[in-house]
């Protein structure tokens, strides 16, 4: 299965983006997924992750402001940001629980500005 990340871009500090992770070969459904982000100068790290179930868990630097889902039917998973800030600037991948190295693409980029 091949995963694709896209929707990032440049927003203000406040402002929301949607992110999608869209799966291609396979289907992910019954797999635990999560959103991963690798900050400048910083370790990649697990933002958020959903179960085949549904049931989510968050970093506590993003809880209350991001929401991750998962549309099995279109073998889709999206990240919603809301009040973005600065420290959430990153390169956003997705991938499995536990990690499957072989399933880093290049991720999308979000930058958000002060």
Known sequence: ??????????????????????????TFSSNVIGWYRKAPGKQ?????AVSSGGATNYADSVKGRFTISRDKAKNTMYLQMNSLKPEDTG????????????????????????
């Not at 299965?1 to 396979?26: D, I, K």
């Not at 991948?93 to 958000?112: E, I, M």
């Open 1 to 26: 299965v091949q995963l694709q990340a896209s929707g990032g871009g440049l927003v203000q500090a406040g402002g929301s983006l949607r992110l999608s992770c869209a799966a291609s070969g396979s």
């Open 91 to 114: 390169v956003y991948y997705c991938n499995f629980l536990p990690v499957d190295a072989r399933r880093w693409g290049q991720g999308t980029q979000v930058t958000v500005s002060s």
């Open 44 to 48: 990649r790290e697990l933002v958020a």
